[in-house]
């Protein structure tokens, strides 16, 4: 079985805070992705990654930053963490050219 | 730009009845579409990969169909459970770029 982890369920931080928040996949899949979800937005893509080292810009990737020096970690980061940032983060990962993605439990931060 | 649209927000039905969801897309041809479930509180997690090319996919009480005409996949469940209650998520995707998410639909199934 495909197995998707995030590092924590829930996180509550501060505003102004830096957020880590780490995304490993053990299939060896070479594409990972980071999305959030917010009751009536639907699923928003903020950054991908098809290789090691790189990243491509999602839809909304202002406010964050990532980093995969790995091929089965990646890690979505909050410079300055913001009240509009509290949200549902899913982490998701693919083999390439085969996009059935294989999604994590998810992350709720709150921003406070 | 490229959208997918479900049409309904919600969905209830009968316990044992069939239920049909919907999903649109416009400003692009994806080359296929794919649904996911989501419960509430977890990721997604992939049900079916239709291909343009393909008319139809089954796989136990799932069945999805690919319609390039009318720009549209249906996606239905035959002999639906209570257990079935879930948020339904249509995506198209061409190629290796990322998969463009519709908002769900979210079924209650009635026993």
């Known amino acids: 079985d495909v197995k998707v982890t995030q590092s924590s369920r829930y996180l509550v931080k501060r505003t102004g805070e830096k957020v880590f928040l780490e995304c490993v996949q053990d299939?060896?899949?070479?594409?990972m992705f980071w999305y959030r979800q917010d009751p009536g937005l639907g699923l928003r893509l903020i950054y991908f990654s098809y290789d090691v080292k790189m990243k491509e810009k999602g839809d909304i990737p202002e406010g964050y930053s990532v980093s995969r020096e790995k091929k089965e970690r990646f890690s979505l980061i909050l410079e300055s963490a913001s009240t509009n940032q509290t949200s549902m983060y899913l982490c998701?990962?693919?083999?390439?050219?085969?996009?059935?993605?294989?999604f994590g439990p998810g992350t709720r931060l709150t921003v406070t | 730009s490229q959208k997918i649209e479900q049409n309904s927000e919600a969905l209830n039905i009968q316990e044992g009845k069939t239920a049909t969801l919907t999903c649109n897309y416009t400003n692009y041809s994806p080359a296929y579409l794919q649904w996911y479930r989501q419960d509430p509180g977890r990721g997604p997690v992939f049900l079916l990969l239709i291909r343009e090319n393909e008319k139809e996919k089954r796989k136990e009480r799932l069945k999805v169909t690919f319609d390039t005409t009318l720009k549209q996949s249906l996606f239905h469940i035959t002999a639906s459970q209570p257990a079935d209650s879930a948020t339904y998520l249509c995506a198209g995707g061409e190629g290796n770029t990322p998969l463009v998410f519709g908002k769900g639909t979210r079924l209650s199934v009635i026993a």
């Open positions: 998701a990962s693919s083999f390439l050219g085969r996009n059935e993605q294989y």
């Open positions: 299939m060896d899949h070479e594409n």
